[in-house]
């Protein structure tokens, strides 16, 4: 059985629930993403881990973080699908809208005036 075939059926389930085009776009993440570890002579789900990760996101190096994220959560899902833990590396692509901290609300520079 090869990589491909393993990945069809989850794919195809996961398409078949939820808002559609989404799920097209996440179900053809998957599959590139299962594509380019082929490549690199995966066999299997199990048998994917840092180094294919890395180099996906490596190769892709022009993608916005927006992008970047949105495989990271495709590549998440398709793990999820197969009751795997997804491979380790995915958690170094932080969201691209997120917020390092809450403003200071003391440093604003309008403060209400006290009484």
């Known amino acids: 059985m090869s990589?491909?075939?393993?990945?069809?059926?989850?794919?195809?389930?996961?398409?078949?629930?939820?808002?559609?085009?989404?799920?097209?776009r996440q179900a053809e993440k998957m599959r590139a993403f299962v594509k380019f570890c082929a490549g690199m002579g995966c066999r299997g789900l199990g048998n994917i881990g840092r180094k294919h990760v890395q180099a996906f996101f490596a190769a892709?190096?022009?993608?916005?973080?927006?992008?970047?994220?949105?495989?990271?959560?495709?590549?998440?899902?398709?793990?999820?699908?197969?009751?795997?833990?997804p491979p380790h590396g995915l958690s170094e692509i932080e969201h691209p809208r997120k917020n390092p901290s809450p403003p200071d609300p003391l440093s604003h520079p309008y403060r209400p005036h006290c009484p």
């Open 3 to 24: 990589i491909f075939d393993e990945v069809k059926p989850l794919t195809l389930r996961y398409i078949r629930h939820g808002g559609k085009k989404n799920r097209r």
């Open 60 to 85: 892709h190096t022009k993608w916005t973080p927006s992008t970047r994220y949105a495989y990271r959560l495709a590549v998440e899902n398709l793990f999820e699908l197969a009751g795997l833990p």
